[in-house]
């Protein structure tokens, strides 16, 4: 366990928490009014930092 975790895990939060973050996705798009994608970016490779 991290850090992070162990502090609301001490605070009495961690449940509260646990359901908050959301997986973010392996692409990125931009949508107009319609829902239609404008603009898709993939970025579900590794970064140059790992």
């Known amino acids: 366990m991290t850090d992070v975790p162990r502090v609301f895990q001490t605070a ?3 449940r509260q928490v ?3 973050p959301v ?9 107009n009014h319609d829902g ?4 898709r970016i993939d970025w579900s490779g590794t970064g ?3």
């Open 18 to 20: 646990a359901d908050v």
């Open 48 to 50: 140059q930092s790992g």
């Open 12 to 14: 009495g939060t961690a």
């Open 36 to 39: 239609e994608a404008l603009v």
């Open 23 to 31: 997986p973010a996705p392996d692409r990125y798009e931009w949508r």
